[in-house]
């Protein structure tokens, strides 16, 4: 019974912290690339932290480990990408396809699910009291992030 426990409670940490990074990318358009590059590069230093204590005879509690390891690949590819963007922007207009709501570890952040036309993406920077309708149209403006995927920053609301 306790193992089972165990294991639902990591289960659920690991769903909320993938929900979470993906959030940290939520307004960038790579259709989920730098999620998976980041849990994917967080796991690989975990590893290697793995074999470096193994052959160390050093205790080494993996769990814990990967949760920090994918959270700080997280941050350092988040900030990379934002920090490092190109100046140069464009203005672009958005169509609202829909709007609603995600619960992580019991906070509701809310959302639009945003078009250009060619692409669609839920973005989750605007304020909960001016949440704009399906339909309505915002402008925003988008530059390359440092990974070369589009940052989308909206300045209608």
Known sequence: MKNLLISVIVAGCVIASIQLIRTVFSNTLDHGILTVASIALG??????????????????NWPMAAFFL????????????????????????????????????????????????????????????????AGNVLEGTVRKGFFGFDIVEITDQ
Do not use: W
Not at 49 to 54: D, E, G, I, P, R
Not at 80 to 106: C, D, T, W
């Open 43 to 60: 796991l690989l230093l975990t590893a290697g932290l793995n074999l470096v204590f193994s052959r160390v005879k050093i205790g080494f």
């Open 70 to 133: 994918v959270f700080l690949s997280t941050a350092c590819v988040g900030l990379i990408n934002y920090q490092l963007a190109s100046p140069h922007h464009q203005m672009k207009e958005f169509v609202v396809k829909s709007s609603g709501g995600r619960v992580i570890r019991y906070d509701l952040m809310e959302y639009v699910l945003l078009t250009d036309g060619t692409s669609s993406f839920k973005y989750m920077g605007l304020d909960k009291e001016a949440r704009p309708q």
